[in-house]
């Protein structure tokens, strides 16, 4: 079955560091592949998503993301974190189900905390 | 605001009931997905609609079922409650294709006591 990892499960950091958060999936084929954060008590909300073409994508509030497909991995990355950036940060590939049809699977989620 | 509503915000029931959660999609969005966001199992994808037919069918329990209706909001029943389906369950709607961008509404957090 397909599958989206995301090994960082919490990472603190202060304000002005800089932020890379690894995302792999196991899937062979043509993927599209997303970032979405989740801040506290709030719904998830779509950073940046990759279908085709550079593979380096820029999101909003300055995230960015590359697609290294022979890595399989989509790394979520920001030069600097605000202590607003202090949410859940999910990443998520459209793989292909056992009907035939798409849907999107999500990693387990990392937990952002930054501190001021 | 990403535009998806979704009703109730809280529901508190008991083992063993029935419960329904209601989503609107964005204007204009076809598709409707529901997710299960649960602290041990992450986020799950339930099932899809598209314009009113089932599409896409994931981790979904023989307990649970949803519908489109022809205003294209969506229903999830969650039946014969278990203290497992206390989770926040997020409905999203993306606009044509099987996965096109989605945008997920506030969710419903659902607590069985």
């Known amino acids: 079955a397909q599958s989206v990892s995301q090994h960082n499960h919490h990472v603190i950091l202060s304000e002005a560091a800089s932020l890379e958060l690894g995302c792999n999936y196991s899937?062979?084929?043509?993927?599209?592949l997303f970032w979405y954060v989740q801040y506290p008590g709030q719904h998830l909300q779509l950073l940046l998503k990759?279908?085709?073409?550079?593979?380096l994508v820029k999101g909003i509030k300055g995230f960015e993301a590359e697609f290294i497909k022979s890595k399989f991995s989509f790394n979520l990355r920001k030069p600097s974190v605000q202590w607003s950036d202090t949410a859940e940060y999910f990443c998520?590939?459209?793989?292909?189900?056992?009907?035939?049809?798409?849907?999107?699977?999500f990693g387990s989620g990392t937990r952002l905390q930054v501190q001021p | 605001d990403s535009g998806v509503t979704q009703t109730p915000k809280h529901l508190i029931t008991a083992t063993g009931q029935r419960v329904t959660l209601r989503c609107s999609p964005r204007?204009?969005?076809?598709?409707v997905y529901w997710y299960q966001q649960s602290l041990d199992q992450g986020l799950q994808f339930l099932i899809q609609?598209?314009?009113?037919?089932?599409?896409a069918k994931g981790n979904i329990l023989e307990r649970f079922s949803a519908q489109q209706f022809p205003d294209l909001h969506s229903e999830l029943n969650l039946s014969s409650l278990e203290l497992g389906d206390s989770a926040l369950y997020f409905c999203?709607?993306?606009?044509?294709?099987?996965?096109?961008?989605?945008?997920f509404g506030p969710g419903t957090r659902l607590t069985v006591l």
């Open positions: 998520a590939v459209s793989t292909l189900m056992d009907t035939g049809r798409r849907a999107l699977t």
């Open positions: 204007s204009g969005d076809l598709s």
């Open positions: 990759y279908f085709s073409g550079d593979p």
């Open positions: 609609y598209y314009n009113g037919e089932e599409r």
């Open positions: 899937y062979g084929g043509t993927v599209n």
């Open positions: 999203a709607s993306s606009g044509v294709g099987f996965v096109d961008t989605q945008y």
